[in-house]
């Protein structure tokens, strides 16, 4: 009904992030074109890399809110924490809240299993504190990775137009964001879906495979599932990771050529190409497929020279003041 359901298969036995190949990966990314900038051309993730990896919807209404003053504002002036109580039917201790943000133990310690011979309002209040954990760890974490925002109350109390959001589309502008933040120097930790681009990256990029990961099923995330790359130093494999880079050539991408029914409906397929943006909450960010065409299976074109108006307009006006 959420439009969550691979997500949560995905969670049952999910995998471990190899930080030293991500890092060198991200090394790559370069926020003005939310593209990875390799030696044979341009790469990223799209939204058909988002549907095929984690099976979310990529079309629908965009995922976005009021958070200012969020205690006052949300549903028509409700305190926050009376309509978690009365969605959920508990509340949190003082010492498991920082803000507006749950501590993920409190959830885990709290809903960890749902009684048996539960009645259905009990369920129910199980299936929101599960999906507010699977959206807050799974796809919108931040750099603390323990804490789950009450951002999502207004959309788990209405969990039959749950399944009518673009659950892709949002995860992939936050992924965008988070890359693009990291790309700061000052900024150390890398947040977001991060399972979505180590998977991407696996897919795209068979030189990184692991070994013994042959059999896969929907979605394709799932292939790697129970991946630990283990705890070797991090810096010289850094190193190599940057290596094999720089030696990457367009023959070691591949293009994906891979058949769902779920995702190849021709309203999904067509956003696939669109040059558009990515919405959630206050985080926009460009679905720019036309600098990597190649990965449609396509022929990237060479760059036409724009006519920069406000450069004309700068050097112009210069011209004026200074003749």
């Known amino acids: 009904m959420a439009g969550l359901y691979h997500l949560a ?9 190899d930080e030293p190949l991500v890092s060198a990966f991200v090394e790559r990314w370069r926020p003005e074109t939310h593209t990875f900038h390799m030696s044979f051309g341009e790469c990223t993730i799209t939204l058909q890399d988002v549907a095929y990896q984690l099976g979310l919807p990529v079309d629908g209404r965009y995922v976005s809110g009021f958070l200012t ?9 409700r305190p926050a924490w009376q309509w978690f109580h009365e969605l959920l039917g508990v509340l949190p201790l003082a010492n498991q809240i920082q803000k507006f ?3 993920c133990t ?5 809903f960890g299993e749902c009684p048996e011979g539960a009645d259905e309002e009990t369920v129910r209040r199980f299936a929101r504190a599960y999906i507010m954990m699977l959206l807050g760890t799974q796809l919108f974490a931040d750099k603390s990775g323990n804490r789950i925002h009450i951002r999502w109350l207004p959309f788990v109390a209405r969990l039959e137009e749950m399944g009518s959001y673009n659950w892709g589309s949002a995860a ?3 992924l965008y964001r988070c890359m693009c933040r990291v790309a700061n120097r000052h900024v150390v930790k890398l947040a977001g879906p991060l399972q979505l681009l180590q998977s991407w990256i696996f897919w795209r990029f068979p030189g990184f495979r692991p070994a013994g990961y042959d059999a896969f099923s929907w979605p394709l995330a799932s292939r790697w599932s129970g991946y630990n790359p283990g705890i070797s130093e991090k810096g010289p494999r850094v190193q190599m990771a940057r290596l094999k880079i720089d030696l990457l050539q367009a023959r070691d991408v591949n293009v994906l050529q891979v058949v769902h029914p779920e995702v190849l409906e021709p309203r999904h397929t067509m956003l696939w190409w669109c040059v558009t943006s990515l919405i959630y909450f206050a985080v926009v960010e460009w679905h720019q497929v036309d600098r990597v065409l190649p990965q449609f299976g396509g022929v990237q074109p060479p760059p036409h020279p724009a006519l920069n ?4 307009m700068s050097q112009e006006a210069s011209e004026r003041l200074c003749p």
Do not use: C, K, P
């Open 69 to 77: 003053d969020f205690h006052v504002y949300i549903d028509g002036g």
């Open 172 to 174: 992939l502008a936050w």
């Open 309 to 312: 108006i406000d450069f004309l």
């Open 9 to 17: 298969r995905l969670n049952d036995r999910w995998f471990r992030l």
């Open 106 to 110: 409190w959830f885990q310690e709290t």
């Open 101 to 103: 943000a749950v501590n």
